[in-house]
């Protein structure tokens, strides 16, 4: 099966995840620079939610431009992550809304940690339908994806205790994956 209605379905939903954080994001009714004080807490929260979507949707294109071929497993794989970023805009509000509060910190990890895994679970199904001396198959080996989700499992619970080391954690995660895969580059460059 060619992949690439996979990659265009995918970039599709993603320019719409990031379409809908952004009309979070209400125009204030006056014409002061005082009147966006109070949105700062939404917009600090959609930058980092549109940095991790982005480092989502560039390691996600590095990935399949090094996938020869999907099938059905992948599909829903893929669909699988697509979900739980599609969750993304959702309590990117929330935390925004409610000035980083507790929950809502807690529970954008756990999504960040859903997604983490969803995108883990189809890194191994692509290597498992890929030849291991594939660009693929130097990949079942993930010491990025590894830390991502340590670094998330330990966040979680540790909003109930401070929700800015939670955040510390979120953004150490995403400066780890701000540059793609260097094995995936090195290859394709070749």
Known sequence: MHKGRLEAFS??????????????????????????????????????????IGIYWNNHHHLLQAAKQVNGAILWANLHLLFWLSLIPFVTGWMGETNFSTIPVAVYGGILWFSGLAYFILVQVLVANHDENSIIGMLSKDPKGIMSMILYTLAVPLAFVSKWISLSFYICVTIMWLIPDKRIERKLME
Not at 15 to 37: F, Q, Y
Request: glycine share 2%.
């Open 11 to 52: 970039d599709g939903v993603i320019a719409i995840i990031i379409t809908i954080m952004i009309l979070e994001l209400k125009i204030p009714d006056e014409n002061t620079l005082s009147a966006l004080v109070p949105l700062v807490p939404k917009f600090l929260s959609y930058v980092f939610s549109f940095a991790f």
